[in-house]
């Protein structure tokens, strides 16, 4: 079988928009000096009161179909417009719309830039983006520069310069870029911010991340679904293809960005062994998976330091047979946090027997459970999504949206977790040295405020 085509165009595609890695216009984070912004920072950015926001969807695959579902059980949200390159997806979306008895929203498909014409659109406030990576940050740009806030699925970026130019487009359009990372709204990561806040576990020292999810099987999606295209990364980058599900909440956890920031990464790819393995095991010979050259690490593992100097480890493994874990460890001067499986050791405060984990968190999810969780944590239970943390993410959004607050997370916050991806290619491509993370706040990160624990 020859190489897939529809792979060959999509990769010629990204090579034209100077996406591919080797095509990177400049490598380091360092090598570029930023011009200073023609706008103003968006940190705590306020948009103006929404009574109900009106809602466009670009990618209603696996991901964008689950949040058209959210959409319509929200209060206070109108689904203005719908696009997507796939009819079939398109369509199925826009009938569960239409069945719940809401109004059947418009339709764009057709071409890769029908999403244009969605966005030409003067009655749609926020649109949410839940294609492939690679259209994330046009799509993005395109949303604020069309006057509309922009929700993009992770990760926000691929390229350092990506990263600037959505830093930039907010900053001078002064619109929301939201990456919606939905971790951070989890039961546990939430009860884990509380804890912190209340200083459970002293100062902060230490975390680990991870997105360690055996992922194999996406090999086998060919024409449609994730796999279709998600595939191709991992013969195209070696490094964290996908931090942010990790790391955004030790991020929050620790401040990132309000107080302290990344410093600089260094990242080790273990050999790539265990796609070609699947491929030979699970397709012909001469099926195009058993002609790619699987060149990602199978086990990435990644250590960022902080300017205030506390340590984290951040891991990628979406091959090796291994159950699923995040980490999701703090580690503070009075004790630990540490998930998959939760437990926890705390000298002042705890069982007494910090040597030993407290399998137990019934009581501390009595003590520590976070008042947003109180207030929410039914509803996001019944209505779901990897366990409510993605309705509560979207309730949250409109929320704040609804009430004139600030977003819980905004670009710098998206621009810094997602930018690990490239920072450890390019460390793990020259001896795991050193990598500095650019500052996406411009040094706003000293007075930014620290997330509010919300809800109370
Ligand atoms: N936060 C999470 O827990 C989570 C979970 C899964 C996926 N994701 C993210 O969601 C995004 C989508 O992943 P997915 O699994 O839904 O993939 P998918 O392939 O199922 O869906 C992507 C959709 O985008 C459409 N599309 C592609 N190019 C388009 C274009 N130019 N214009 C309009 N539509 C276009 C495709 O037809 C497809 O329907 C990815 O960024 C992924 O990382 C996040």
Not at 152 to 176: G, H, M, S, Y
Not at 279 to 285: L, T, V
Not at 323 to 342: M, W
Request: hydrophobic share 35%; glycine share 8%; net charge neutral.
């Amino acid at each position: 079988m020859k190489l897939n085509r529809r792979h060959f165009l999509k990769t010629a595609g990204l090579s034209a928009a100077g996406i591919l890695t080797s095509q990177l216009p400049f490598s380091s984070a360092e090598a570029v000096p930023r011009k200073p912004t023609t706008g103003q920072s968006v940190m705590g950015l306020i948009a103006p009161k929404m009574t109900t926001v009106r809602v466009g969807f670009i990618g209603v695959g696996q991901r964008g179909s689950g949040h058209v579902k959210h959409f319509c059980h929200l209060e206070g949200v109108d689904i203005k417009a719908i696009c997507d390159t796939n009819a079939q997806v398109l369509d199925e979306s826009i009938e569960f719309v239409t069945a719940q008895g809401l109004a059947k929203p418009a339709r764009y498909t057709g071409s890769d830039h029908a999403y244009k014409d969605l966005l030409d659109r003067d009655d749609i406030d926020i649109v949410i983006i839940s294609t492939p990576w690679e259209w994330h940050a046009p799509m993005a740009i395109h949303t604020m520069e069309s006057g509309k806030h922009a929700f993009v699925e992770v990760p926000l970026a691929l390229t350092v310069e990506e990263c600037w130019q959505i830093v930039d487009t907010a900053e001078r359009t002064q619109k929301n870029c939201m990456m919606m990372e939905n971790v951070n709204y989890g039961r546990d990561e939430l009860m884990v911010l509380n804890m912190v806040r209340q200083g459970l576990f002293g100062e902060l020292l230490h975390g680990e991340a991870a997105y360690i999810h055996e992922l194999r099987w996406q090999m086998k999606e060919i024409d449609s679904k994730t796999g279709s295209w998600r595939t191709y990364w991992h013969t195209k980058r070696n490094g964290n293809l996908y931090p942010t599900h990790g790391l955004g909440p030790v991020s929050q956890y620790m401040n990132i960005n309000r107080g302290d920031r990344f410093d600089y990464l260094t990242s080790m790819s273990s050999p790539a062994l265990g796609r070609a393995l699947y491929a030979k095991r699970e397709f012909p010979a001469d099926h195009e998976r058993n002609q790619l050259k699987y060149i990602n690490g199978d086990i990435n593992t990644s250590l960022i330091k902080t300017v205030k100097g506390r340590t984290i480890m951040v891991q990628h493994d979406t091959t090796t047979p291994r159950p699923y874990s995040r980490h999701n460890l703090i580690q503070g001067t009075n004790g630990v946090f540490a998930g998959f499986p939760n437990r926890i050791a705390i000298e002042q405060g705890g069982t007494g027997n910090y040597h030993k984990w407290d399998m137990d968190m019934a009581k501390w999810y009595a003590k520590y459970d976070h008042p947003l969780w109180i207030q929410m944590g039914e509803q996001a239970e019944r209505n779901g999504g990897h366990g409510g943390m993605d309705f509560l993410m979207l309730w949250r959004m409109v929320y704040c949206l609804r009430n004139a607050e600030p977003l819980d997370q905004d670009v710098y916050d998206g621009a810094a977790w997602s930018v690990v991806n490239i920072l450890s290619e390019e460390s793990v491509n020259n001896r795991s040295n050193s990598v500095n993370f650019p500052d996406f706040t411009r040094g706003a990160w000293k007075t930014g405020k620290p997330l509010e624990i919300v809800g109370a």
